[in-house]
């Protein structure tokens, strides 16, 4: 059976998924300062991080729109999978229901599922990994679905961020204490919750510490992690992401290891120095 994955652009893709057919990334528009950024292939790191880091202001990210979300899905595959952000921290999985079921207006017969990945960045590019091997071992349509809601309820996010501004001002980190975010240089050691909120799971006076606590928390949870894929995304810090891959790896054993560097939406929250790390 023909299949196309449809994922938002806060999941970051592989290089080789760029020319793959079977992939469709759906951009989310970034503002800075009144000026509109896609998220797309045109999306430049380094001039958006000067952009933020010039800025008194927070940044700001747009959905796409249903209808966006609807052109994906009106293809010629007979099976249509969309993954989203975590529906706890962005409209993107909703805007994609609402384009699936205007799709639906005119197409009943045309198999859909959205994705609430629970996640986000590398989170995501990992669920599109497990459609893509349910798919590639002829598994039915429902029996993929199964499958990888099965495995989005095993992942497991955590994030340690060098500049907490940009998720404070936006008011993702309610409930961190205040003092976290000042000259302290206190690092909060992130994670999601099953629902896909963003929690503080632990703190550490120092980047490095607080890396080396969220290995601890990646070690501790891990279930089954041989056959799973461990994913790390930066943002512009791949020697730190290399670090952090070997301090995990000596503690578990993984199928695989994917490194990427976080697109715009990633870079907008992790900022720069940022790892986000899902298995």
């Known amino acids: 059976m023909s299949y196309k994955i449809v994922i938002d652009s806060c999941g970051e893709l592989p290089e080789s998924w760029k020319a793959d057919e079977k992939i469709e ?107 893509r091997e349910c798919e590639e071992q002829g598994m039915d349509f429902e029996q993929v679905i199964e499958a990888v809601e ?51 799971l632990d703190q550490a006076r120092g980047i490095n510490k607080a890396l080396m606590k969220m290995v601890d928390y990646v070690a501790e949870k891990a279930v089954g992690s041989e056959d799973k894929v461990l994913a790390i995304s930066h943002c512009n810090c791949n020697a730190r992401a290399e670090i952090v891959k070997e301090a995990i790896l000596e503690r578990i054993s993984v199928k695989d290891v994917v490194i990427l560097d976080t697109a715009g939406v990633s870079t907008m929250y992790a900022n720069d120095g940022g790892v986000i790390v899902v298995l």
């Open 25 to 131: 990334s759906i951009p989310l528009t970034l503002t800075v300062e009144g000026e509109d950024i896609v998220d797309d292939e045109t999306f430049e790191q380094s001039s958006f991080l000067a952009k933020v880091a010039a800025s008194p202001e927070s940044p700001k990210s747009s959905c796409p729109s249903p209808e966006r979300y609807m052109q994906a899905y009106d293809c010629e595959a007979e099976h249509v999978y969309a993954v989203t952000l975590s529906s706890n921290l962005s409209g993107s999985y909703n805007s994609a229901v609402l384009g699936k079921n205007l799709l639906l207006e005119n197409k009943p017969d045309q198999k859909v599922h959205v994705f609430d990945s629970r996640s986000a960045s590398v989170g995501e590019t990992l669920i599109a990994m497990k459609i």
């Open 150 to 200: 099965a495995y989005i309820e095993s992942q497991n996010t955590y994030f340690v961020l060098e500049n907490l501004e940009t998720l404070r001002k936006n008011g993702r980190l309610s409930n961190l204490k205040a003092f976290v975010a000042s000259a302290l240089k206190i690092k909060p050691v992130m994670g999601s919750t099953p629902e896909g909120t963003i929690v503080q």
